[in-house]
């Protein structure tokens, strides 16, 4: 059983969205079916480009924070990508790092800071959900 077998994705026009992605094969399968969609609802390849980074970092630190599977889904809305990564840990929010130049971690947020039009985190009756607004150049 590979970690894609575990992978349960829901890919319609407007919406993809996919439980237990934890795996680098699943993440990988996460960003090709991301661009997929985006792409075929005609968002800039910047916007798309900036989708599958936003996608990568949300998803890895997690993934890293909780050492368990998380639920992310993307969705277009208008002229707007909207993506979000719930996961079960209703405490432990994104921190700001002050990142030394040789750190490898850290940079998370100030990534996010640089390229989502809006980003936010809320808890849920079943932990959290990160938010992030991408607008899409069109």
Request: charged share 30%.
């Given at each position: ?53 936003v996608i ?22 208008r002229r ?59």
């Amino acid at each position: 059983m590979t970690a894609l077998d575990n992978d349960e994705v829901v890919l319609t026009r407007h919406t993809f969205m996919m439980r237990n992605c934890c795996a680098r094969e699943s993440l990988s399968l996460a960003r090709s079916l991301a661009s997929e969609m985006l792409s075929r609802n005609g968002v800039d390849q910047s916007a798309v480009a900036d989708a599958q980074l936003v996608i990568s970092e949300l998803v890895t630190n997690a993934v890293q924070a909780i050492g368990e599977a998380v639920v992310l889904s993307l969705r277009v809305d208008r002229r707007t990508v909207v993506i979000e990564v719930a996961d079960s840990d209703p405490t432990n929010f994104p921190i700001r790092g002050e990142p030394e130049d040789d750190d490898e971690h850290g940079r998370g947020l100030m990534i996010l800071d640089a390229i989502v039009e809006d980003w936010s985190v809320r808890r849920t009756s079943r932990g959290k959900v990160v938010r992030c607004c991408i607008s899409d150049g069109n």
